[in-house]
């Protein structure tokens, strides 16, 4: 079961945003789940995650820290990073890593 969902982007900002969006969308269907943003460079102190989302300005670091982390590693949709669609992006990364949910 995912506990921890990581989101890193340039900066923080703009995915901080995003989790807002997205801890709103998991309140409504009750999940525990912790959703945080970092900037790209804080990655490394959240090895207790159990998903990284990469911010599409990210993205190309995908393979690198695919290679690199014990978890699954994932793009968020750029339509959906930019129209702030966390219900989508935690649906989403939920079915990829097998849970459902919303």
Same mark, same amino acid.
């Given at each position: 079961?995912?506990?921890?969902? !990581? !989101?890193?982007? @340039?900066?923080?900002?703009?995915?901080?945003? !995003?989790?807002?969006?997205?801890?709103?969308?998991?309140?409504?269907?009750?999940?525990?789940?912790?959703?945080?943003?970092?900037?790209?460079?804080?990655?490394?102190?959240?090895?207790? @995650?159990d998903?990284?989302?990469?911010?599409?300005?990210?993205?190309?670091?995908?393979e690198?820290?695919?290679? %690199?982390? #014990?978890?699954?590693?994932?793009?968020?949709?750029?339509?959906?990073?930019?129209?702030?669609?966390? #219900?989508?992006? !935690?649906?989403?990364?939920? %079915?990829?890593?097998?849970?459902?949910?919303?």
């Amino acid at each position: 079961m995912v506990k921890k969902i !990581l !989101l890193a982007c @340039s900066g923080g900002f703009s995915t901080s945003m !995003l989790v807002q969006k997205m801890v709103e969308a998991a309140e409504k269907k009750n999940m525990d789940i912790e959703i945080i943003a970092v900037a790209e460079e804080n990655i490394e102190n959240h090895l207790d @995650s159990d998903v990284l989302l990469l911010g599409p300005q990210i993205g190309h670091k995908l393979e690198d820290l695919t290679k %690199e982390l #014990e978890f699954p590693v994932f793009v968020i949709n750029m339509a959906d990073y930019g129209l702030m669609n966390g #219900e989508k992006v !935690l649906k989403e990364t939920l %079915e990829k890593v097998n849970i459902g949910g919303i």
